[in-house]
Antibody
Framework: EVQLLESGGDLIQPGGSLRLSCVAS????????LSWIRQAPGKGLEWVSG????????YYADSVRGRFTISRDNSNNTVYLQMNSLSAEDTAVYYC??????????????WGQGTLVAVSS | SYVLTQPPSVSVAPGETATIPCGGD??????VHWYQQRPGQAPVLIIY???DRPSGIPERFSGSNSGNTATLTISWVEAGDEADYYC???????????FGSGTKVTVL
């Protein structure tokens, strides 16, 4: 059974930094791309960032590019999201999701339960 | 950026059919995926590549995609289908994913 367990969410002041972690199990971690997807309170889903399985290609939404950094540790089955220069607009539940692809197009076949990041003074 | 447009809400009586559109420029040329999110829970994949269902997803859920609109159809709606539904596409050129704004399905 695939499991994704996020951690690291916290209440943080504007301008601060935070690192989220997502520990995966139940699949061959290094073979899969992963993404972070967030959901602000009462709002919809927003894709934030993704990282390839073996090539370590990284990708970012315009809203976070230059402030967030995604990385992975295949030896520990963990993906990270380093978040800098946080603002109130970054307040959200952050989900880690496993990426699947059978050709053109990708989708998210497994999700964690999320971790809450609240940015407030 | 690629914009996906969904109606904020859809209401349907039990046993009837709910139709949820997802509009996008030439979306018929892209693969569309759908997620269900019940209150307080993480999203769950219910349709991938326009019309495929993961194992465990009832046949009552189906999808289609053509032109400028993809559609999620829920047949014989049940009270347990009350949730938010999101469409999603992937831009292969930029490696970015985009979600629709979400549709809240209310079972009357």
């Amino acid at each position: 059974e695939v499991q994704l367990l996020e951690s690291g969410g916290d209440l943080i002041q504007p301008g601060g930094s935070l690192r989220l972690s997502c520990v995966a199990s139940g699949f061959t971690f290094k073979n899969y791309a992963l993404s972070w997807i967030r959901q602000a309170p009462g709002k919809g889903l927003e894709w934030v960032s993704g990282i390839s399985g073996t090539t370590d290609g990284t990708y970012y939404a315009d809203s976070v590019r230059g402030r967030f950094t995604i990385s992975r540790d295949n030896s520990n089955n963990t993906v990270y999201l380093q978040m800098n220069s946080l603002s109130a607009e970054d307040t959200a539940v952050y989900y880690c999701a496993k990426v699947r692809s059978h050709g053109v197009g990708r989708y998210f076949d497994s999700w964690g339960q999320g971790t809450l990041v609240a940015v407030s003074s | 950026s690629y914009v996906l447009t969904q109606p904020p809400s859809v209401s349907v009586a039990p046993g009837e059919t709910a139709t949820i559109p997802c509009g996008g420029d030439n979306i018929g040329t892209k693969s569309v995926h759908w997620y269900q999110q019940r209150p307080g829970q993480a999203p769950v994949l219910i349709i991938y590549y326009d019309d495929d269902r993961p194992s465990g997803i009832p046949e009552r859920f189906s999808g289609s995609n053509s032109g400028n609109t993809a559609t999620l159809t829920i047949s014989w709606v049940e009270a347990g289908d009350e949730a938010d539904y999101y469409c999603q596409v992937w831009d292969g050129n930029t490696h970015l994913a985009f979600f629709g704004s979400g549709t809240k399905v209310t079972v009357l």
